[in-house]
């Protein structure tokens, strides 16, 4: 099952354009996390947000959360050819534990 | 600190082999996992831990066995290599807080490719 599920797939830009994905789950969580990870590599952390906050920013990375609407949002402003890469989110189930991915969004950044 | 380190980097097995692959974190984090990612899609969760001598399935636990016999040691047994366990494996640890769950470190990966 896909607790996290991204939106879009895939996302093809210019470079100072801004990037929005889109994440959704299903169950009650205690935080969600967003992701980085370059092709063949490792997952690197961006953002953890608390189901008690709405907004995070870290840099030119803004995250949102809508725990009424099980939704989440990470919007990378000025994206640069370096932000190409695949974007995750990821919950605990039922807020525990047992950690769930969704399938990602790939972006592209055109320079 | 080194983090999360995990061996060996690439490995090939036959059909029906058995391997060991090692997780090692320096953080003294409680929460431990193992992921599987297969191409194009996002990780699934094989097994986690949440302390030593404490472990538990997670999405995909078929085929794999884990022990957590101390905190920084976390070993993901394949007890009978099949070509439907070849895969990218990515061990994972974090700290915890009030039961909860926070940022998990990354390992670089294991690429395994059953034939």
């Known amino acids: 099952s896909q607790q996290g599920e991204e939106d879009p797939q895939a996302l093809s830009i210019q470079e100072g354009e801004n990037a929005t994905m889109n994440c959704s789950y299903k169950?009650?969580?205690?935080?969600l996390q967003w992701y980085r990870q370059n092709s063949g590599r490792g997952l690197v952390h961006l953002i953890l947000?608390?189901?008690?906050?709405r907004e995070k920013h870290s840099g030119r990375l803004r995250v949102t959360l809508d725990t009424s609407k099980k939704s989440s949002s990470l919007l990378i402003t000025a994206s640069r050819a370096a932000d190409t890469a695949s974007y995750f989110c990821a919950t605990g189930e039922g807020g525990g534990f047992k950690t769930i991915f969704g399938a990602g969004t790939r972006l592209f950044v055109k320079a | 600190n080194a983090g999360v380190t995990q061996t060996p980097k690439f490995q090939v097995l036959k059909t029906g082999q058995s391997m060991t692959l090692q997780c090692a974190q320096d953080?003294?984090?409680?929460?431990m996992s193992w992921y599987r990612q297969d191409p194009g899609m996002g990780l699934r969760l094989i097994h986690y831990s949440v302390g030593a001598g404490i472990t538990d399935q997670g999405e995909v636990p078929n085929g794999y066995n884990v022990s957590r016999s101390t905190t920084e040691d976390f070993p993901l047994r394949l007890l009978s290599a099949a070509p439907s366990q070849t895969s990218v494996y990515f061990c994972a640890s974090s700290s915890t807080t009030s039961g909860t769950m926070n940022t998990q470190y990354f390992g670089p990966g294991t690429r395994l490719t059953v034939l």
């Open positions: 953080m003294n984090h409680e929460y």
């Open positions: 169950t009650s969580i205690n935080n």
């Open positions: 947000i608390r189901s008690n906050e």
